[in-house]
């Protein structure tokens, strides 16, 4: 009887991930070299992960958000809410570059669904920033305040979906007229007049609205991956995981916020970032699962030398941040942490992780 998921160790998961990378299933390829091409590939950085010698070093161009579109004479908020001029730039780029893997155009978020939604933390070409501004900026705020701590460990997806998203998408402010899902299990009849609400059905209006529009960026973002890896040149992320400390103090409660935490109330601050772990490793293989690679990047942001003290970073950040690696590597995965600042000062501390992960 073959042995179920659970029983293979992290090496032979990850090795089961490897195969199912290689394999390519569902990849139309163009011809016979560019299915050569993309194994050599992907061989690179299978022998990169496990720390044997490729035939030469994978290159991975860093394009960020908006060179395919400037290289092409147009800016980031033409590629914005233009979905044909996005496809068209990105595969000139990959026509006229030659690379081991490609950044897709996935980070390039649709303008239009920003606006539909009255999306709060972020600046974007056209939307609080000039046209020719090449990336987004982020709206530094306290999308979460300090006493609600205790909803979002309770219930972190009531939370996000009843508080977190209304505040931050001033379009969808009518889901925070939903009373919690949970005490409806078994009578959910009482639970369902709730939509009949004016603000919530305008809200949820909205929101099939921009569902639709974003479908349509999706599709072009998938058929601009889909020809790439036709063409031979793998995905190399399945997606994205970070730090618990990361997700509340960047995206909840921000910096001045999550730095008082540290010491007015450490202990919610820490169990919040417990509570997310097992969310995080959870996403990150399902992404895996969906897309074939087993590769999850990682910017992290917070921990870095000049931001805490060693004592601070051993104390809250890399505790949850270890759990999700290990995590990861548990499900046979491949996390990238990509530090965005000095990690000098980290080094004795992060090196504890088990040899080869």
């Excluded at 026509?95 to 390039?108: K, W």
């Excluded at 939604?117 to 972020?122: L, V």
């Amino acid at each position: 009887m073959e042995r179920s998921w659970k029983d293979h160790d992290p090496y032979e998961k990850r090795e089961r991930r490897f195969e199912r990378w290689l394999k390519a299933e569902g990849v139309a390829f163009r011809d016979e070299d560019a299915m050569k091409a993309y194994r050599k590939r992907i061989e690179r950085f299978i022998k990169a992960f496990k720390l044997e010698e490729p035939d030469r070093v994978p290159v991975l161009l860093p394009v960020g958000l908006s060179f395919p579109a400037f290289y092409s004479g147009r800016t980031l908020k033409d590629v914005m809410y233009d979905y044909a001029e996005l496809k068209r730039v990105w595969l000139r780029f990959l026509q006229d570059f030659e690379m081991d893997t490609f950044m897709g155009p996935g980070l390039v978020l649709p303008g239009r669904v920003l606006e539909m939604i009255d999306y709060r933390i972020h600046l974007w070409p056209g939307h609080g920033l000039a046209d020719d501004v090449p990336s987004y900026q982020y709206v530094e705020g306290e999308y979460m305040f300090a006493d609600e701590y205790d909803d979002l460990i309770r219930d972190p997806a009531d939370f996000l979906f009843r508080t977190y998203i209304p505040r931050i998408c001033g379009a969808l402010q009518g889901l925070n007229g939903l009373p919690p899902l949970t005490p409806f299990v078994g009578i959910p009849i009482f639970f369902i007049s709730h939509f009949a609400d004016p603000d919530v059905k305008r809200s949820i209006v909205r929101l099939l609205e921009a569902a639709e529009e974003t479908r349509c960026w999706q599709n072009v973002v998938a058929e601009v991956v889909e020809i790439a890896r036709s063409n031979g040149i793998p995905t190399l992320s399945a997606g994205f995981s970070g730090a618990p400390f990361d997700l509340l103090g960047d995206m909840m409660r921000g910096t001045k916020g999550i730095l008082m935490d540290m010491y007015k109330r450490p202990e919610k601050l820490i169990e919040a970032a417990e509570r997310l772990v097992p969310i995080l490793v959870d996403e990150a293989a399902r992404l895996a699962d969906i897309s074939g690679c087993p590769v999850i990047f990682m910017p992290l942001h917070k921990g870095e030398d000049s931001f805490m003290s060693p004592k601070q970073f051993e104390t809250f950040y890399w505790p949850t941040l270890r759990k999700v690696l290990l995590g990861l590597v548990e499900e046979g995965l491949v996390p990238i942490p990509f530090a965005e600042g000095s990690y000098t000062r980290r080094l004795e501390v992060i090196k504890d992780l088990p040899p080869r992960t």
